[in-house]
């Protein structure tokens, strides 16, 4: 969450310094622009940010969807939210990958910074998605409620079982 947000008040800086050029700007000879792989990442974060207030409020107020808040659910958010921020690191990285000889300039600190957080942030689903692969392949949890406090017999998505003693 720390580092999505921190993306999007990088990527915010950005497109407004770009799309607020002065005349006198040398940078695009003061014409306004914004690069697509910064709008690229301002929505993978802000996807990330409401992603994370949705597992969120799911884990901690133990609430069931059905397949919706299923572990199964939370893979494929995670894999979107994964590929997402891999395409734009990998895009910001080939565009502003070495910047040593500018920074001076607050906007090259800027990109610098742009780029260390999206791998940051990719690194960390990288994380969650192969935690919560291994967690639903070693329990057979695909189709069982995110939130990890499954009971079968309480839930109402669960299959019907009887418990013997």
Known sequence: WVFSAVLLGLTAARLHYTTQLSVHDPLNAGHHFYDPIVAELLVSSLLTLLWTTFVTHTIFRSFEYGRFTSFASELLGLFVLFV????????????????????????????????????MGWIVLLALLVISALFAVANSAFGDPLHGRYDPRLSQYGPSRTVRA
């Open 84 to 119: 997402f921020w891999l395409v734009g690191a990998a895009i910001a990285t080939t565009y502003w990958g070495n910047l040593n000889w500018c920074w001076a300039y607050a906007p090259c600190r800027l990109l610098t910074a742009l780029v260390a957080f999206a791998w």
